[in-house]
């Protein structure tokens, strides 16, 4: 038997391991990985730009904090298929309709981990920066967040994480990126393309973490200097 034979062979025994596999549907690999990314990514900026407003109105009035973080813990309890159901009547079967719920998900994990680093600054740095008439918005911007970047870094990478592996769930309604393969090779039962799209879901989502850790290092120089001070 020759190689190609061969190769052509893993397809039709239905091997979970299989080349030609990989060869005949590389371009189908490709696109659903950069739908899965596209949504990612979408969704974590959105996420992290509606969390940001809503921990400094947790943190600027006490009062709003207990509702803030218990309507985001709320919506992250709602399991997916009856969040996409919720969401259905508005945005209909469209990317929209996955972007938004994946962005509710990713609020309790962000609004707490940018509260927690504010919360978390030196009041010596704040009192400092005051005597040197920093006023609040150059507080914010010039000390508090820069100290906070640590914490609100590490909200941002679990979010991803989590937001990669809630983005299959996007294949009910067919945009789920790699999830729409996984799906389509359970029912289907095509052993090669389950455990592909699988493998490259997992690979996505360890790559963006360490992509996240490397830019949280060159962000917070500081905090690497700190370490190698303590270590000696």
Known sequence: MSTRQAAQSCLAANDWICGEYLRTR?????????????????SVLIGLAVAFPLALLARARPAFAGPVLGLTTLLYTIPSLAMFSL???????????????????????????????????????????????YGPGRLLWEVELPLALPAVMAGLRMA???????TTVGALI???????????????????QVLTASVLCVLLAAAADLLLLGAQRLLTPWSRIRRAGGAI
Do not use: C
């Not at 981990?113 to 010596?124: R, Y």
């Open 174 to 192: 067919g945009k789920g990126g790699l999830g729409d393969l996984i799906d389509d090779g359970v029912q289907t039962t095509f052993k090669a």
């Open 87 to 133: 969401l259905l009547p508005v945005f209909g079967l469209s990317a929209a309709l996955v972007v938004t719920g994946l962005v509710l998900y990713s609020l309790t994990i962000l609004v707490r981990n940018i509260m927690a680093g504010l919360a978390a600054v030196p009041a010596e740095a704040r009192e400092a920066a005051r005597g040197m008439g």
């Open 160 to 166: 991803t994480v989590s937001t990669i592996a809630l």
């Open 26 to 42: 590389a371009q189908e690999l490709t696109d659903a990985t950069i739908e899965h990314v596209w949504i990612t990514a979408v």
